[in-house]
């Protein structure tokens, strides 16, 4: 291994064996003497032995996974639930050991992988930030001079002195995350537990763990958000089925994991009538996202497409939509009148266009509701839950303003084209 490689991980493999009980079917007393017996005079002892002993399976967690990483990198797992993203880090973190392979490291390793790691449920705050400092290797004149900033960055002061055993799963995570990031570990490894705190304390890890990463130590960062994944790492390792399955830039790692998920999506992006629909209504609707599978890129332009089968023209017919987060919240909402452009007046089948050259909208899953009102603004149709999307945020940087999941970015004005097929 080089001198600037950090990790080195080589054909690593961990193996569990899992055990299957037999399905018992109800059966009398009578039947289970007789079975026993019989099975006694035919079989021979080990045979009889094995089949009295529930099933065992042979369970690969990982197989085969080789990458390295150079010192100061900020490296994303991702994967879904059940890839081997949290065994991998458990033998990087050196509380299991790997069934195949070997693990190079060079350097102190401090890791967060669940709520309260390396604490003692007995000991105080105080204590505990002293003991996992003992455990990274830190002597006691180097946690002394962390400890103030540690005690700050977790915002347990009034705390400090009662047994940890007594703290919220959100105190436990504060000072855990504080003790292993302002111990200046060469390499820090942080797992999905960041969830577990509130949005002011997860903003404030990401930029500690992006202060950690520009001086120079090594951050492998274990999450399913993608928005924090984009933000914090240079690269990402996709794991699928305790394997390898890409190791490359951020950007195409997190669209490549997001089309595989989007594969098995049932509710694409497209919306089709049931036959047989009369009266005014949307025949069909499309979100023309930048990336297949419904997969939009943060600011590229997108076009929302409806069909609308007029069949009783006439005159003041509005149709509107909105995009909705998944909190049920309109993040922006659309609308187009006959009055400005006629697409009602005459009978048979219209499209209509919805172009918007700039789409910012944060990263998420949307959907659109739909309304078509006739005159006097009288609603003849509304559809729900419609055309599911998503949006990503990678290699956008952020800086200029502060980011929160249920916000929503200035959506500048739409271009409405109209066609007649």
């Not at 940890?164 to 797992?191: C, N, Q, T, W």
């Not at 266009?353 to 944060?362: G, H, S």
């Amino acid at each position: 291994m080089s001198e600037d490689i950090a990790i080195g991980v080589e054909n690593l493999g961990k193996k569990y064996i899992i055990g299957h009980q037999k399905p018992e079917r109800y059966t009398t007393l009578r039947d289970a003497i007789a079975n026993k017996l019989k099975s006694l005079g035919h079989q021979p002892l080990r045979q009889r032995l094995n089949n009295d002993a529930p099933g065992r399976e042979d369970f690969w967690a990982l197989k085969d996974v080789s990458f390295e990483i150079r010192q100061g990198q900020r490296v994303g797992i991702i994967g879904r639930n059940g890839a081997g993203k949290s065994t991998l880090l458990k033998i990087l973190s050196r509380i299991t050991e790997p069934t195949t392979g070997r693990v190079s490291i060079k350097g102190r390793v401090a890791s967060l992988l669940e709520v309260g790691t390396g604490f003692h449920p007995e000991l105080t705050g105080r204590e505990n930030i002293y003991l996992n400092g003992a455990i990274l290797g830190m002597s006691k004149v180097e946690i002394k001079r962390k400890f103030d900033e540690i005690v700050a960055f977790a915002e347990i002061d009034k705390f400090l002195d009662t047994p940890v055993k007594r703290y919220s799963s959100g105190m436990y995570v504060r000072l855990a995350f504080a003790v292993a990031a302002h111990l200046e570990p060469e390499i820090l490894i942080v797992d999905e537990v960041l969830a577990v705190g509130d949005y002011q304390f997860q903003k404030k890890c990401l930029g500690k763990m992006e202060d950690v990463a520009k001086s120079g130590r090594t951050v492998l960062f274990v999450s399913h958000n993608m928005q924090a994944v984009s933000q914090l790492t240079e690269r990402c390792v996709i794991l699928a089925g305790g394997r390898t399955h890409f190791d490359g830039p951020t950007d195409k790692a997190i669209m490549t994991y997001l089309v595989a998920q989007k594969e098995s999506f049932d509710q694409p992006a497209y919306y089709q009538a049931p036959p047989n629909k009369s009266g005014n209504h949307v025949t069909w609707a499309r979100v023309h996202t930048s990336e297949p599978q419904g997969l939009h890129c943060w600011g590229n332009p997108i076009i929302f497409e409806f069909a609308l089968n007029i069949t009783e023209p006439q005159e003041g017919v509005c149709f509107s939509f909105q995009v909705v987060n998944a909190h049920q919240q309109a993040v922006t909402y659309q609308w187009l009148f006959d009055s400005e452009k006629p697409f009602g007046h005459q009978a048979g089948k219209v499209i209509l266009r919805c172009i918007i050259p700039k789409f910012r909208i944060y990263m998420g899953t949307y959907k659109l509701i739909t309304w078509l009102s006739g005159r006097g603004r009288i609603i003849t149709e509304s559809l729900s839950d419609i055309c599911f999307f998503e949006v990503t945020m990678q290699s956008i940087v952020r800086n200029e303003f502060d980011w929160h999941p249920d916000a929503c970015l200035y959506i500048e004005d739409a271009n409405w084209e109209i066609y007649h097929p």
